[in-house]
């Protein structure tokens, strides 16, 4: 099993990233994909799901109306719009899958002027 996200980087308050998770080692089109964040010194904390079939997603209160996520099954990617980021999104961003016990190295998103 793999899960490599990447995207993540230095932005503005206000700006936008686009993060994405290319997965393998797994039946991807199968596993529910989610999206956690932890910031320096808190807690891992859930961000975003999205359905095997990409049909259903949902985020955390804390994301509604600035991101959104989805996934391309035929890339084997799932993929975090966020925007109108704000200082307090600064955190390393990881993908996971549903039933799979495995973390990949995350991405460092940073929000500050």
């Known amino acids: 099993v793999q899960l490599v996200e990447s995207g993540g980087g230095l932005v503005q308050p206000g700006g936008s990233l686009r993060l994405s998770c290319a997965a393998s080692?797994?039946?991807?089109?199968?596993?529910?994909m989610s999206w956690y964040r932890q910031a320096p010194g808190k807690e891992r904390e859930w961000v975003s799901y999205?359905?095997?079939?990409?049909?259903?997603?949902r985020v955390a209160p804390f994301a509604k109306g600035r991101f959104t996520t989805s996934r391309d099954n035929v890339k084997n990617m799932a993929f975090l719009q966020m925007n109108n980021l704000k200082p307090e999104d600064t955190a390393v961003y990881y993908c996971?899958?549903?039933?799979?016990?495995?973390w990949g190295p995350g991405t460092q998103v940073t929000v500050s002027s």
């Open positions: 080692g797994f039946t991807f089109d199968e596993s529910a």
């Open positions: 996971s899958a549903a039933g799979i016990n495995y």
């Open positions: 999205v359905a095997s079939n990409g049909l259903s997603s």
